[in-house]
């Protein structure tokens, strides 16, 4: 085949995959368009699974955006919240026979010698791509992920439909303005497409945790990676939710585990992992056998925020603990909000107080006492919600979106796995002397040694 008619294939492909995300996502908005002619509200349990439907016959990254719009937030109503979060995040596996041509396009036509073993059928397989196990030549376990061909193609595609989906959501009667919600989301996803981004996301994750022995992060083989097939270390490890009914103090020490993994990098760091849910934690155990830690996976998702956010964070925790409304204000000014009235700001703390109350609260706890994992945050994202339509839409500033997504999943994998701790001195472990200048050079310096740029 050639170049020509390599490309005639590709814009054929992306002319037919505009066609079908459009015409499956577009139907769905007509319908619930119509229920409103009706006098309907469009908020639908029918309308809810006709999307579901629709996105997952589509397959591809439209479903990872469905689902990343699910977890966030008060993004979409409860109804298709839920159904779109049942979304499989994957598509139909690679054969054999194309795994090798892929592997050939990646690594040359001696891609095969480069490996003591490599088995061909996937170990996993996701929206953007498949994992497969293989021995390097040295002996080392790995874990190599495999991206799907043409994905930068179906990735331009189905990001030109958040518009399409993001106007189901106006119709909703939204209280959010979603503007730079819609430039974040397609900014995070473009991004997960680079392996070679993703090669040094984890590479700045080792760095960052490398005084947390509670915390593994498998190391990058750059020998047998580009940018659409990442070769990482595999790490053993069981599944967490294993866990759930072990003795409370093997649950809390893998809960002190799954804190550290995330508060360290970001009240350090200004660095947060996008995606914390269940299935990238594994369990690993010491040498008597015992529970010791959790392994951390998948670094596509990856927020780099600018100093100044963390700033942000440790300014609303002050304002909350001391009961400071100045330095309660001042902090949503630091994100980013517009336009805060005394009543915008009473609103916005209902939810604040929601996330922040493990660490305000110095006792042994729950995350959330008397709270199950499927409705983390749903009460509270409610009484939001409702408070915010009598104010008109308020615009989320873009850096937030991730942060708001990343704390609820904690969250989510913490009640799940029935972890109890004093948070609330996890935390002031975690800040020990915090500073915007600290956060900032540490940044600086990690950033330089991953070989990433700042924010």
């Not at 050639?2 to 995959?17: G, K, P, V």
């Not at 029918?46 to 990343?68: D, I, R």
């Not at 396009?105 to 497969?132: C, K, M, T």
């Not at 495999?146 to 439909?161: C, F, G, I, R, T």
């Amino acid at each position: 085949m050639t170049t020509q008619d390599d490309e005639r294939n590709r814009l054929s492909a992306r002319a037919a995959r505009y066609a079908r995300v459009g015409a499956q996502v577009g139907g769905v908005a007509a319908r619930i368009a119509g229920a409103r002619l009706f006098g309907q509200d469009g908020k639908d349990a029918t309308h809810a699974a006709a999307l579901a439907s629709a996105l997952g016959g589509l397959k591809g990254p439209l479903m990872k955006v469905a689902q990343l719009m699910a977890t966030i937030p008060d993004l979409l109503p409860a109804d298709y919240a839920e159904e779109l979060q049942k979304l499989q995040s994957h598509a139909p596996p690679m054969g054999a026979a194309f795994v090798k041509r892929r592997m050939q396009a990646e690594l040359g036509r001696d891609w095969r010698g480069r490996f003591a073993d490599f088995d061909l059928h996937p170990a996993g397989a996701a929206s953007l791509g498949q994992v497969h196990r293989a021995t390097a030549l040295d002996g080392e376990p790995l874990a190599c992920k495999l991206q799907y061909p043409d994905m930068a193609s179906a990735v331009e595609a189905d990001l030109s439909q958040l518009d399409v989906l993001f106007a189901i959501h106006r119709r909703m009667d939204p209280a959010i303005d979603t503007r730079e919600i819609k430039k974040e989301i397609a900014e995070r996803v473009r991004e997960e497409l680079d392996y070679e981004r993703e090669a040094r996301h984890a590479a700045l994750y080792a760095d960052m945790l490398a005084d947390a022995p509670q915390v593994r992060v498998p190391h990058v083989r750059p020998d047998l990676s580009t940018r659409r097939l990442l070769s990482m270390r595999w790490l053993e490890g069981e599944k967490i939710l294993t866990f759930k009914d072990e003795p409370q103090e093997v649950r809390d020490r893998l809960g002190r585990a799954l804190f550290l993994a995330w508060w360290i990098p970001f009240m350090r760091f200004a660095v947060i992992h996008g995606d914390p849910h269940l299935g990238n934690y594994s369990v690993f155990r010491d040498g008597a056998g015992a529970p010791a830690g959790v392994n951390l996976y998948d670094f596509g998702c990856v927020r780099i925020f600018p100093p100044r956010f963390a700033g942000g964070v440790f300014e609303l925790y002050q304002g909350l603990l001391n009961e400071d409304e100045a330095r309660i204000v001042h902090a949503y000014e630091i994100w980013g909000f517009k336009g805060l009235t005394k009543e915008l700001v009473e609103i916005m703390n209902v939810w604040a107080r929601f996330i922040y109350g493990p660490i305000l609260d110095d006792r042994v706890r729950t995350v959330a006492d008397g709270v199950r994992p499927g409705e983390y945050g749903r009460r509270e994202a409610y009484r939001v919600h409702t408070a915010l339509k009598r104010m008109g839409p308020v615009a989320v500033p873009r850096e937030f979106v991730f942060m708001d997504r990343a704390a609820i999943g904690l969250g989510g994998v913490f009640l799940h796995l029935g972890a109890q701790a004093n948070f609330y001195r996890l935390f002031h472990e975690a800040m020990a002397d915090f500073s915007v200048e600290a956060v900032a050079a540490r940044q600086a310096a990690a950033l330089a040694r991953a070989g990433l740029s700042p924010a």
